[in-house]
């Protein structure tokens, strides 16, 4: 008995703790958030002074804090600003000290100054730094790789692109964070991309060629096509929706040789292809495995058959058996046809 009230005790004290810990966190993060907030508003008036020509209204005696905030201010501004204003904003950092700052930071003890400094060198638009934030992506902290992947794509670091490829294949990075660094380099990650679609691993090469299909254009559709052949199928899945983004109308025929792919999704990925580009030829092909396939191809022809063809969709659904993705496209087209 008493040990049953020394263990409900125990528990009890123990849950009392937990409560006020998520309590002082919650505190503490609301705290930080409004000293941010605090900050990037009392900095308003110097990022306006800068962006005029008038550096010299920024004191030398602006602390640590009220500098990054500097920085994320002036890159709120930054799509609105003329690349000779962003380069005399970064020159200001540089001559003021923070980027040297914050680039001594990044081998800081804690993650989190780590995680900060990477933050704030990509605000700073510190491309000097673009060495020391790429071996930021092998740190042992998450929170660190994640923050200097950020950095680097806010840097449009062309020669980041295929450390990030690699990052995102192997985990290492997330898959959304490394992405969008890759779409904020641009088209100019092509050139670094192609390399790696040839590569030994094929999560490598499957996560390039999706990347040359979103940041690509028309012209890069051939060293994507050679893939459908692929010996890894989600490489042939991700070169089938490559080249419905790239709009690569000569890749057609074989994307219609793909709808016979003996893996699901490379077949659904070549239907929702067929449909990106409006291949009229296709339509007989993607009515017969709207009809008969299993569900994500025969959804997929489905609905790239109402992409392409609304009226074939719905003579497609009078046959008989036509199942359940068909009929439903065929409602869709009927809806279509009638506005």
Known sequence: MHLLTALAAFFAVAATLF????????VWVARGV??????????????LALLDGEPDAVTDDLGDDDARALARVLTRLGRHLSAGARANAAAFFVERGYVAEERRRLRARRAW???TAAAALGDMGATEAIGDLLSRLADHDSDVRASAARALGRLGAVEAAAPLVRSLASGYV?????GQALLNI????????????TA??????AAAIELVGLVGSAEDADRVRRHLRDGAAEVRARACRALGRLGAGESAGELRAALG???????????????QL????????LARQAHRDTFDPAQAAARALLRIAPDATVRAALAPGAGPHLLEAADRATMELAA
């Open 19 to 26: 409560v006020a810990v998520l309590v002082a966190r919650r």
């Open 34 to 47: 409004r000293r941010r907030a605090e900050a990037e508003t009392r900095v308003q008036p110097l990022a």
């Open 113 to 115: 100054r780590r995680a």
């Open 174 to 178: 997330p898959r959304a964070t490394a």
């Open 186 to 197: 641009g088209p100019a990650a092509v050139e670094q991309l192609g390399p790696l679609t």
């Open 200 to 205: 030994e691993d094929a999560g490598v090469r």
């Open 261 to 275: 792919d003996r893996i699901p999704f490379v077949r659904a990925a070549a239907a929702s292809a067929l449909g």
């Open 278 to 285: 409006g291949d009229r030829e296709a339509v007989l092909l």
